[in-house]
Structure formats: C-alpha cells, structure tokens
C-alpha cells in the first residue's frame, strides 16, 4: 500500500515512570529530514529516537514535539540551562533599558522561565526513561502511519483512474497510427490529380512517397515502451510497499519522454489530441507522485 508523506499522530503514555506525550507531524520532501523538540531530561535519547523514526518513515521532513513530566522520584538531578538563562537575563535588561522600566531582575523571576530548570533521574536510572519513551514513541508512529496510509489509499485511487485515462487514449493513438498512412496514400493521390489533371499517375513515385512518409512517422517503438512503462508503473503501485514514490516519478518520467516522442513524430491531428491528453494526465500524476513516500 502507498503512503501519502503528509500525516498527524498524538499520543500519550502514563508509566511509573512519568507521563509521556508524543506529537509527531510529517511534509512533503525529496529526502528523510527529521527535526526534534525534547525536553532536556532526556535529550541523551536524541540518536535512539532518531533509529526508531527512520524504521518506520522512509521519507518526508519529520516534526517531532516529545513532553514529559517524570515522576517524582529521589535521587534527581537538577539540570539548570545557564545558557537559556543567561539569554532571558540579557532580554530583560534590554526590554526594561528599552521601555524606561526600573527594577531588579531577581533569581525567582529567571528560573521560573520555561526551560531554565528542570529534572531527570540519576544517571544511574535514566536508562529506565527509554522503555515507556519508545513505547510512546511506537504508538505515534504506527498513528501517523495508519493516517499516511489513508490519504496514501486516495492518491491511489485517484492516479489508478489517471492511468486508465491514459491507456485508453495510447489504444486510440495505436489505431491512429494504422490509419495515419492510407489516409496520406489518400490524399496525396488526391492532391496530384488536382494538380496533374488527367495526366496517369506515377505509382511508384507515390509509393516512395508514402514509405518515406511512414518511415518518417512510424511509432510503433514508442508505442512498444510506453506501453511497457504503463504496464511497469502499475505493477509498482500494486504492490507498492514502503518506499516508491521516486521509482514511480521515474517511470513516469520516461512515460513523458516516449510521449513527447510520438508527438513529434506523429502527423495526425487524432494522434496529436490523444498526446496532450496522455501528457496532461502524466503532469497531473507526477503532481500526486510529489506526495508519495
């Protein structure tokens, strides 16, 4: 089954170990890029995390927002951001300089800002946090993938239904094709009594003419490869699994060359108005394809 790249989970995970909320939202995007908001508690889990995603995302930009409330236990640590701290201080006395304001900065007033403070277990138990971690973790992807897999399951559809569209109008550009060289044979023996008059045709000019004429607007090789990459892209889609939306924008890459090919060479107006078709459908699949994983 295909899976969209666009995709929202929430979850959450209740444990002797503390409450665990998992939000993770995916976009669009060529390559797998993963960006991570955890708090500082369990910022050491940051490589682990990142291993469990890409088992489960193979492609997309990955947002994930971890929180945390860690019960309260002994034996604690209390980690103190002196950074973050440092820049609140420095914001402070520009905004009061700034504003004309008068007063003290006082120590409550730092570190009962988001962030300055905050606790972990004992080096000795934080190893303990990745269990209930990984299991919230788990449970927001396999959300996130149930709802890729659902909008996956509409592009589906929708570019099933495209490809159809275009098998049916190549059968129409096969039959063309048959036909686009009697009809020349036709209208040049037309033509020449037009301008000839009464005069015999020369026959064996006028079959020169139309093998050179058929040489010049043969498809049938085209025909052929297209044909193969149509029967190819569907094979994919059906038992598409993981990671196949650049092997399905390829195929449809060489779907677009073999097309513009037959256009080029092919003299018919039918033939001409069942390219565009085929190519306007082959534009508006590859726009669906960009949403593929």
Known sequence: MIRSMTGFARCEVRDPKGFFICEIRTLNHKFLEMTFRLPNSISIFEDKVKELLKSGIKRGKVYLNLTEEISQEPGRDILIDEKLAGSYHSKLKRLGKKLGLSGEIKMSDIISY???????????????????????????????????????????????????????????????????????KKRLKNRIKELSGNEPLDKGRIEMEVAIYAKNSDISEELTRLANHVDNFNRTIRKASGEVGKKLDFIAQEMHRETNTIGSKASDYRISNAVIDVKSEIEKIREQLKNIE
């Open 114 to 184: 988001p962030g300055v403070v905050s606790q972990r277990p004992a080096e000795k138990d934080i190893e303990k946090l990745w269990p209930p971690l990984k299991r919230v973790i788990s449970k927001g992807m396999a959300r996130l993938i149930k709802d890729r897999e659902r909008e996956g399951a509409c592009l589906h559809r929708d570019i099933t239904r495209r490809i159809k569209t275009i098998e049916k109008a190549v059968n129409t550009i096969k039959q063309k094709s048959n036909l686009s060289v009697r009809d020349y």
